[in-house]
């Protein structure tokens, strides 16, 4: 064999090598891919599943007022499901669900998908949501379907700031100082005790 073959087959080799100690890498139960995980909160139940579930707080650390719960709905299944309610264990904080539009419920239709949190989209409002939940935890929320049943997971609580500022409560606390706008009063400003009236020197002159 000359020198460049036996160089060639040296090459081939190598890479062979390499591709099996690759491979060996990212087999079994162990494998390090295995272990990559989304940074949003996401869980699927039977036909449901939850996606991008947040609770987001009051922009400011002090701010009182509601929180909300900012998630995306999905329906497999071949029959509609409603969100009866959500609940955050360990807190005794109440979530009022209320739909895009109308006075229904939450409604999820076959094969389609819900948004809760936003403008124009259905809500779920913590009252008193400062007490309820703390920044940067994460907290624990159940999403009650009318059909499959509980579906729980870890949600990260993030203030209301950046990204999340348009999915976070609609009522937000205002500055310290404001005050409602002045308006006019109806009222004639009085004359100054002592000091007759334009009215009243007219009359004098006369």
Not at 1 to 14: D, I
Not at 114 to 136: L, Q
Not at 143 to 170: H, R
Not at 186 to 199: I, K, M, R, Y
């Amino acid at each position: 064999m000359s020198r460049s073959l036996r160089r060639g087959a040296l090459a081939a080799t190598a890479i062979v090598i390499s591709i099996a100690s690759l491979s060996a890498c990212g087999a079994g139960n162990d494998a390090q891919t295995l272990g990559v995980r989304p940074d949003n909160a996401a869980v699927t139940v039977e036909d449901v599943k939850v996606q991008n579930a947040l609770v987001i707080t009051q922009p400011g650390l002090t701010a009182a007022g509601p929180a909300v719960v900012s998630a995306t709905v999905f329906n497999n299944g071949s029959a509609q499901q409603t969100i009866d309610a959500i609940t955050l264990p360990g807190s005794a904080a109440t979530v009022t669900l209320k739909a895009a539009e109308g006075a229904g419920p939450i409604t999820i239709p076959a094969g389609g998908s819900v948004v809760i949190g936003g403008e124009g989209n259905a809500s779920a409002v913590i009252e008193n949501g400062r007490e309820a939940v703390k920044d940067g935890a994460a907290q624990r929320v159940v999403f009650k379907l009318s059909q499959t049943g509980d579906v729980s997971l870890n949600a990260f609580v993030v203030p209301a700031k950046g990204y999340f500022e348009g999915y976070g409560p609609s009522e937000l606390p205002k500055p310290p100082g404001a005050t409602p706008d002045a308006t006019p009063s109806d009222t004639p400003a009085e004359t100054p005790s002592g000091e007759p009236s334009g009215d009243a020197e007219h009359a004098a002159g006369h």
